[in-house]
């Protein structure tokens, strides 16, 4: 027989409950804690409420793994609340933001214990199927008799149940290979290129020209390969590279072959 | 031979198993009406192993949660919630009530944490939550309410039947603040406190 209203509530596996007297989460905790420093926030030193945080830990004498998790979530609410403080104010702000923040912040804290409370007074009320039961159903639990509420909900529950089985795992994007002007590519070009003899030609001039809708990548490529290609073809002593009395652009030169 | 209308309603609820609305039951029985026989029917059960519950789908014949045990033993027990997945049933129940059903993002900003995919299957699965429109903002985002079974499944005629959903309602904290659903100030994609 099972006594659902006898179990405890902190016996389920993916529940963070923090329940230590009147204490009910961390933030509840941070907000007794700067209401009862009374200060501004601006003043708060986080060293000092990390102090107030472990002497708490010692009241409660049970250092749990929930509690350092929350702790983080705690410090980086108050970071984030110190950090709004930090941050220049914007000429038509009014005056009176930090109290409104607070306010907004305890007004929060007070929606999510009231959401919680609400929670655990459903927690505590009988639920259909499992402390009290429709007449003559073999399976209560079952959901052939559930009336489907719109077509959009019949798909997700429908979704839900078939997913794990139908879907498998995703296989990885396959990435496709970028298309580039090989080094090679761009010598055969320069070979063939009618150069000038006695003029020194721009080295941006003698780059291959842009295919119709390339991709950026490409187009680095035309011009990288292109240089490479004149670098290995000056070392071959087929041209001479130098720079263009502007300084800015590069110009190659044919060598007739000796 | 004519029956007694109370038990010709009684003869409806326990052969129909789920809520029956007033409006049907007013029909059936050729205009009696359904909330006196309710209150003569609840009567009858006192001291019963069966309860008369008003739901908001409507009427039901149920057990009587106190003498239920054995037949939870044999019927089996659905999965129990997380109390994750309570919070979250909470959430869409009490702003649905309030007039303003939350959007997923909303709900984790009420909660103050993120909502994991499992919770809203596992309501889904229960037949608890539904999807209810969606808000005409940025992204059209969908909205979430609760279904009559659950209702049912609670024994609620509506929300506000629960003490902590009347108190919530009355300090005012049944409301999205503007901060949940807008950037505060400038055009920063401000996400509000990170609680």
């Known amino acids: 027989m099972n006594f659902e209203e006898d179990v405890p509530e902190g016996d389920e596996e993916d529940v963070l409950l923090v329940s230590q007297g009147a204490y009910e989460g961390p933030l509840d905790l941070l907000l007794d804690l700067v209401r009862a420093r009374k200060v501004d926030v601006t003043a708060i030193s986080i060293l000092a409420v990390v102090d107030d945080f472990f002497a708490w830990m010692d009241r409660a004498k049970s250092l749990r793994l929930e509690l350092a998790a929350d702790w983080l979530v705690m410090m980086a609410t108050l970071a984030y609340i110190k950090s709004r403080f930090l941050v220049p104010l914007p000429r038509d702000a009014k005056p009176d933001r930090a109290q409104t923040l607070l306010e907004d912040l305890a007004l929060r804290l007070r929606r999510q214990e009231a959401v919680r409370a609400l929670a655990e007074a459903l927690s505590h009320r009988p639920r259909l199927g499992a402390n009290w039961h429709p007449p003559g159903r073999e399976s209560v639990s079952g959901r052939e008799h559930r009336r489907v509420e719109s077509t959009l909900h019949a798909l997700l529950v429908a979704y839900k149940r078939e997913a794990r089985h139908t879907l498998g795992q995703r296989p990885a994007p396959v990435r496709k290979p970028f298309e580039v002007l090989s080094v090679e590519q761009a010598l055969q070009h320069l070979k063939t290129l ?15 020209a842009a295919a119709k809708g390339e991709e950026a990548v490409t187009g680095r490529s035309r011009i990288a390969s292109t240089y490479v290609a004149a670098l290995g073809m000056a070392k071959a002593g087929r041209l001479a590279v130098a720079a263009a009395p502007d300084g800015i652009q590069v110009e190659i030169t044919p060598r007739r072959r000796p | 031979m004519s029956a007694e209308p109370r038990h010709v309603m009684e003869a409806i609820l326990f052969a129909a ?63 129990r919630l997380s109390r994750a997945a309570l919070e979250t049933l909470a959430c869409i129940a009490a702003f ?17 944490v993120g909502l994991s995919p499992n919770i809203l299957d596992a309501l889904l699965q229960a037949g608890y939550v539904r999807p209810g429109r969606r808000r005409e903002t940025r ?5 979430w309410l609760t279904t009559d079974h659950f209702h049912d499944a609670y024994g609620l005629a509506s929300l506000a039947d629960m003490q902590a959903y009347a108190e919530m309602r009355d300090e005012g904290l049944a409301v999205i603040r503007l901060s949940d659903a807008v950037p505060e100030e400038g055009e920063s994609e401000d996400e509000g406190i990170p609680a």
């Open chain 1, 194 to 208: 009618d150069l000038l003899h006695d003029r020194a030609t721009a080295l941006l001039d003698a780059v291959p």
């Open chain 2, 17 to 79: 198993g789920q809520p029956v609305p007033a409006a049907e039951l007013r029909r059936l029985l050729s205009g009696a009406d359904p909330e006196a026989l309710a209150a003569e029917l609840q009567r009858d059960y006192e001291g019963r192993g069966l309860v008369l519950s008003l739901t908001r789908g409507g009427y039901a014949i149920r057990t009587a949660p106190a003498a239920s045990d054995l037949a939870g033993a044999r019927a089996g027990q659905p999965p």
């Open chain 2, 139 to 143: 992204g059209r985002p969908l909205t």
């Open chain 2, 96 to 112: 649905e009530e309030a007039g303003s059903p939350l959007t997923r993002g909303e709900i984790e900003r009420v909660r103050g």
